[in-house]
């Protein structure tokens, strides 16, 4: 299947900083990409739809002004927690959409564990 | 509300036997299934997917079964592995929108 990255793996940073995280398609063009946050024990909770070329579209609850969304090409992605603080902590997953086939799939990077002390 | 729901939080199986993982959803607009596993620590993994036009969907090990009238799925796992041992994510869209997850239901096959 198709590969998608993100980076760094996991992140520690004290409170007020802010922390970017990259999620790139290695090996397709997607123009639409997904920020998922995990908590422990639970389900992936979808932050918000980055579009490339476009603003991002959040989901109910998620504060677009702390979690900001770059889409600047085809194959990446960007997402800045700012001001981070210790309940941002967390698992952050990324995907993006291929479509080939007339059909979509969504392709996941690995994570991103932040820690916020 | 809780539209994709996996109500099996867990599941053992003996290895070499089935694994039967289900899934329900409520919104009769989703046209795309699919399922994913997921290690801890992880981003989820694709396994196989299913459109509405389909009952049936075979890949190797893994099967899934869509009843549209019964707004269910499931993934068999046949025989299962150790290696199979993980969290499984059913998800649903709708005309090519965002993926809906399920809870998740995490599979151990022992040896």
């Known amino acids: 299947g198709a590969v998608v990255s993100q980076h760094p793996s996991r992140v520690i940073c004290k409170s007020g900083t802010s922390v970017k995280i990259e999620c790139r398609s290695l090996?397709?063009?997607?123009?639409?990409m997904f920020w998922y946050r995990q908590f422990p024990k639970q389900s992936l909770m979808l932050m918000a739809t980055?579009?490339?070329?476009?603003?991002?579209?959040?989901e109910q609850g998620v504060e677009k002004d702390k979690f900001l969304i770059n889409h600047a090409s085809l194959t990446l992605s960007t997402l800045t927690v700012t001001s981070a603080h210790p309940e941002d902590s967390s698992f952050y997953i990324c995907?993006?959409?291929?479509?080939?086939?007339?059909?979509?799939?969504?392709?996941f990077g690995p994570g991103t564990r932040l820690l916020v002390l | 509300d809780q539209q994709v729901k996996q109500n099996s939080p867990s599941l053992s199986v003996q290895e070499g036997r089935i694994s039967i993982l289900n899934c329900d959803y409520t919104n009769s607009m989703f046209d795309y299934f699919l399922w994913y596993k997921k290690y801890p620590a992880e981003g989820p993994t694709f396994l196989i997917s299913i459109s509405s036009i389909k009952d049936k969907n075979e890949d190797g090990r893994f099967t899934v079964f869509l009843n549209k009238s019964a707004k269910h799925l499931s993934l068999h796992i046949v025989p299962s592995q150790p290696g199979d041992s993980a969290v499984y994510f059913c998800a649903a869209s709708a005309r090519g929108g965002k993926l809906i997850f399920g809870q998740g239901t995490e599979l151990s096959v022992k040896p």
């Open positions: 980055s579009n490339e070329g476009s603003k991002a579209t959040y």
């Open positions: 090996d397709f063009q997607a123009t639409t």
């Open positions: 995907s993006a959409r291929e479509q080939a086939g007339g059909r979509e799939t969504q392709y």
